[in-house]
């Protein structure tokens, strides 16, 4: 008998309601549909959500623990899987010390309660700071001047987008993504509403995107020149009109470093950088000051460029001071079902640490190191280097820059592990696999986004069916691990779960304790709704909307409740900007690389889904006055290329492109992978393109810098062999 149960898509920031069809009887998940009345979401979601369902279901999916033998995979019990991983961590720990092991978690780990929960309290309890996230690949430059600017990097003011007279979005596609650090369901519909109020909405890409299409004014830029737009937006507000500073002054230091750092940036000198007239800019700047309730946005195309922290910094402290912040139609900080930054404050979740790695003293970024100084830290001379590596909820061979060079450091690896609910181009290289449950498995709660929703609301829901197969739950794997490799009692929360469950286990019953039951705690200290009460509530609960006045001098975590400016590390950076200023802008004779995303596809992992048809694989985008001067038509295969590597890829042409950019969606190109699914799809790479390593990072935050490199594109003469398209190629698994 089959029964429809709600619950919310755990795959982007979206979180979008679902329900699903479940035959209670034999725990098979029939469709997956949009919840019509779902408070927030209102029936809208995307074909990725509607694919949990054959996602849960397909065969190729990873279901049994796995152990390397020769050059395949062999399955193996639980048990074993614990008892040989454990037994080599006790051994390299007890040699070589705790550094040995290091822990990559994948973006995934940020929509999982269980897995944010225990990751990093796992690597933790072994006492090792070597935690590496994807965050460096797309937000630690937002992630380091939050920790410095408000004291903790959970701390993002949202746009308020239901009230804001003037919204701006640089480098991001809310139609396709649904943005970034910001949390609400269909953004495009929310965009709209803002120019049907009579308000406006600018939009800052190098391509005429699919949100530039649907709304608002478009504003083509040159890549990697955000900055300096910002910079002038700022030298017309602070330096030509001479805005009242006194109100910035009495909630934030280093107002006038801030102010300072703009004196030289007027719009006539950014204009040939940028490719943006002064005129524009000056107008811009005076809309933005002159309305009644203004955000500047900022994503992953300015965030993974190379002045990340620079840009996100002045437009902090634009917001700020046009007072922005904090009020009505500006940016909000919402608080959460729970205060997050109390908790934050008294687990010291979010500040600055002291750790560093072995090598390139790269310091974190929350909590975690770029990813971009991985292979470093693996292959290198230090008898403290890392030599056992779990990898959770990632694929960092195919999703980061070079990942050639991080699949060559794996070979100085004594033991890697893979927690994962497929087998990907990285777990190509593990010792072991660990099969982890899906979403529509696992009980959750969008902790990550707590602090990031354009309109509060708070939902709980409870696994949709049994787990599968023998995939097992992300904090059970984390908590036996933990134990398994020698873990030291009381650590911070992913280690006291592990040792409660032990003391517990001792005692008549079936005793346990989960993170549901900590979930209860957290509820229950927060004082706006019991996890009772939410699983009642399958869609959830509106929570009180983000309150204007409730952050400066009441909230803000720094240790005088004051925001600081006053940016060091960010100031010190500054004279890369007339360093850099020459050769970002405009050139004909070349082509500048920039990423984009589809629909149908989510990073690298959603080609296995046996859901989604992606019979084109990804292409180069180009202008087409472009592509004439190379000589390529639409359809023709080019070659893009780099020092470092070159791919094959379909050119289309669209005039949406700006010229002298070409766009390359990544996460495709899985010839090499284990799923023959993801295998047969055509596409290339262009990861293999994007130079990689310590010295293509964003100096201040370690952010890696994916956009506006330059690369040639040539077209490969008709003779040559083409990628396969699906139709050709074998189907499925
Ligand atoms: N060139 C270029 N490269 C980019 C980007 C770009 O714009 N351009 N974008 C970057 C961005 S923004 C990101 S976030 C990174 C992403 O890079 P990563 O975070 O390394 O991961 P993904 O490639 O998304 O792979 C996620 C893995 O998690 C697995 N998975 C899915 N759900 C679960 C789950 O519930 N539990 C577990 N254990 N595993 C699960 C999937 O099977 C997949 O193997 O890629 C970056 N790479
Ligand atoms: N369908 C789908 N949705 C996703 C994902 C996915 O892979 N597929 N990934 C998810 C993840 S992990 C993330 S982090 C978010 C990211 O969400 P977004 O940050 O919105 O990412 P994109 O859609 O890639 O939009 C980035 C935009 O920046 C533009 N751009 C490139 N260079 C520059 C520049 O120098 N300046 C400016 N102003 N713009 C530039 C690109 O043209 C592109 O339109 O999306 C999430 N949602
Ligand atoms: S937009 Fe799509 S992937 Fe994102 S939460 Fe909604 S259904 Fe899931
Ligand atoms: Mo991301």
Not at 197 to 211: A, L, M, Y
Not at 284 to 310: C, E, K, Q
Request: hydrophobic letters at 40%; charged letters at 20%.
């Amino acid at each position: 008998m089959s029964t429809i149960k709600r619950t919310y898509c755990r795959i982007c920031e979206a979180h979008c309601g679902l329900t699903v069809e479940v035959d209670e009887l034999t725990q098979r998940v029939g469709a997956v549909r949009p919840d019509r009345d779902h408070p927030l979401s209102k029936g809208y979601c995307c074909v990725k959500g509607l694919g949990a369902g054959a996602m849960h279901e397909d065969e190729a999916r990873l279901n049994y623990p796995m152990k390397r033998v020769g050059s395949g995979f062999e399955r193996i019990g639980w048990d074993q899987a614990l008892q040989e991983i454990g037994a080599k961590v006790r051994k390299l720990r007890a040699e070589f010390g705790p550094r040995s092991v290091g822990l990559y978690t994948g973006n995934p780990t940020y929509f999982s309660f269980q897995n944010i929960l225990m990751s990093a309290g796992f690597i933790e309890a072994l006492h090792s700071p070597n935690l590496f996230a994807s965050h460096s690949v797309d937000n630690n430059n937002k992630l380091h001047v939050s920790t410095a600017m408000y004291g903790r990097s959970m701390v993002h003011p949202v746009p308020d987008l239901d009230h804001t007279r003037f919204f701006m979005c640089m480098g991001s596609n809310p139609v396709v993504s649904q943005m970034s650090m910001v949390q609400l369901p269909n953004a495009l519909e929310r965009l709209k509403a803002i120019e049907a109020r009579g308000g406006r909405v600018v939009i800052v890409d190098p391509r005429r995107t699919e949100t530039a299409q649907r709304v608002g004014q478009h504003i083509s830029i040159q890549p990697q020149t955000d900055v300096y737009l910002l910079m002038a937006m700022l030298h017309v507000i602070a330096h030509e009109d001479g805005i009242d500073l006194a109100p910035a002054k009495a909630i934030a230091h280093g107002v006038d470093e801030l102010v300072a750092s703009a004196s030289a940036w007027t719009p006539e000198r950014v204009a040939p950088v940028t490719g943006i007239a002064a005129s524009t800019i000056r107008e811009l700047a005076h809309a933005y000051r002159d309305a009644d309730g203004a955000a500047l946005y900022m994503s992953t195309g300015v965030n993974m460029g190379p002045f990340g922290s620079i840009a996100y910094w002045l437009l902090q402290g634009l917001n700020l001071i046009t007072g922005n912040i904090d009020r009505r139609g500006g940016l909000l900080v919402p608080r959460g079902p729970f205060d997050t930054l109390r908790l934050a404050g008294w687990i010291g979740l979010g500040g600055f640490n002291e750790h560093r790695t072995l090598r390139g003293d790269w310091h974190q970024v929350a909590g975690c190191f770029p990813v971009a100084a991985l292979p470093g830290e693996i292959d290198n001379d230090d008898p403290r280097r890392i030599r056992a590596l779990f990898v959770s909820a990632g694929n960092p061979v195919h999703s980061m820059p070079n990942g050639a060079a991080l699949a060559k450091a794996f070979e100085k690896l004594s033991l890697l592990v893979s927690i994962d609910i497929y087998r990907n181009e990285t777990s190509a290289y593990a010792d072991y696999l660990l099969p982890a449950t899906d979403m529509l498995e696992r009980s959750d709660y969008p902790a990550s986004h707590a602090m990031l929703q354009v309109t509060p609301h708070v939902q709980y829901t409870p696994a949709m069916v049994e787990p599968k197969y023998e995939r097992r739950y992300e904090w059970r794997i984390f908590s036996d691990l933990a134990v398994a490799c020698g873990a030291k009692p009381w650590g911070k929360i992913g280690n006291l779960l592990p040792r409660i469950n032990r003391l517990l286990a001792r005692l008549p019953g079936d005793l346990e304790l989960t993170p549901d039951h900590l979930l209860a705690l957290l509820m229950r200290w927060g004082g706006e709704v019991t996890l009772e009460e939410l699983k009642r509530e399958p869609a959830g609960l509106m929570l009180p909307p983000n309150e204007p006045g409730s952050f400066f001098g009441k909230r803000v975590p720094t240790k005088d409740g004051k925001v600081q400016l006053a940016l060091p590390d960010v100031i010190a950076d500054l004279p890369r900007l007339d360093a850099e200023e020459e050769r970002l802008g405009p050139r004909s004779g070349r082509l500048v690389l920039i990423g984009q995303r589809d629909r149908r596809s989510h990073n690298s992992w959603m080609h296995n889904s046996p859901h989604i048809r992606q019979p084109e694989g990804n292409h180069a985008l180009i202008h087409p006055d472009d592509a004439r001067a190379l000589s390529i038509t639409d359809g023709d295969e080019v070659e893009v290329g780099s020092d470092q590597a070159s791919v094959r890829l379909r050119a289309r042409l669209s005039d949406e492109m700006r010229r002298g950019v070409v766009a390359v969606p990544h996460g495709w190109g899985h010839q090499n992978a284990p799923v023959k699914r993801a295998a047969s799809l055509p596409g290339a790479n262009i990861n293999d393109v994007i130079p990689g390593g310590p010295s293509q990072v964003e100096p201040v935050s370690g952010m890696a810098i994916m956009m506006g490199h330059e690369v040639r594109v040539s077209r490969i003469e008709a003779h040559q062999a083409v990628a396969p398209t699906l139709d050709s190629a074998p189907r499925g698994n």
